[in-house]
């Protein structure tokens, strides 16, 4: 079974552009999360979407927007680049939203320049 | 609001030499614990998880963790470690009825053949 497919795997933007970036869940996974993880850091919580509704949002500004399709893959949306937002994006998905375990993919890497 | 603590940042070892790496939280409710791995190039792994029970867990590859309620810690155990497992480990807590995990800041490890 494919596990999470994040898409694309990596990417070069400049300050004020705007990026999407791409999920594909576990098959029969209803939740998918997305991470931000900067180097040196942890993981940190962006969003939640469980059957096409947000179910939580981290602390993030409202730059950053996603959404859930019907056929439970998810875009995330950065618009008006900065450079702080060069990381690993990480997207997770799970069978629901309060069950523990998250599946990761291999994220999505961006650079703003 | 929670969070996770690590205290190591880079440990080195030779192989055969014993693991321990510290993850306390701060949540007075009930928890879920993870433990992950992320090996170099690859994603996050689930490592082991403990949601109640037993307070010592057993995970893959050998690692074991102990939730100690009283402490807020559960931490990450290998009696001997080997080259292979030199990579990233981050502990996560996710609140019982919560869908966010909240990731430390990760412990590097590195084995010396």
């Known amino acids: 079974d494919a596990g999470v497919t994040q898409s694309p795997t990596h990417l070069i933007k400049t300050r004020g552009q705007q990026v999407t970036l791409r999920c594909s869940p576990i098959?029969?996974?209803?939740?998918v999360s997305w991470y931000q993880q900067v180097l040196g850091q942890g993981p940190q919580f962006i969003f939640q979407?469980?059957?096409?509704?947000?179910?939580g949002r981290g602390n993030f500004p409202d730059r950053f927007s996603a959404r859930q399709f019907p056929n439970y893959s998810s875009e995330l949306n950065v618009n008006a680049l900065l450079l702080g937002d060069s990381a690993l994006y990480l997207c997770a998905s799970s069978t629901g939203t309060k069950t523990g375990e998250l599946f990761f993919g291999e994220g999505s890497r961006l650079t703003v320049l | 609001a929670q969070s996770v603590s690590q205290h190591n940042h880079h440990v080195i070892l030779s192989e055969a030499a014993s693991l321990e790496l510290g993850c306390n939280y701060s949540?007075?409710?009930?928890?879920?614990l993870f433990w992950y791995v992320q090996y170099p190039g690859q994603h996050l792994q689930l490592l082991l998880k403990?949601?109640?029970?037993?307070?010592l867990v057993k995970g893959i590859k050998g690692f074991e963790a102990e939730f100690i309620k009283s402490k807020f810690s559960f931490n990450l155990r290998k009696p001997s470690v080997q080259w292979s497992d030199t990579a990233e480990y981050f502990c996560a807590v996710k609140a019982n009825q919560g869908g966010k995990l909240i990731f430390g800041q990760g412990t590097e490890l590195s084995v010396k053949p």
């Open positions: 979407y469980y059957e096409k509704e947000e179910r």
């Open positions: 403990y949601f109640s029970g037993d307070p």
């Open positions: 949540y007075g409710g009930t928890v879920n």
């Open positions: 098959s029969g996974h209803k939740s």
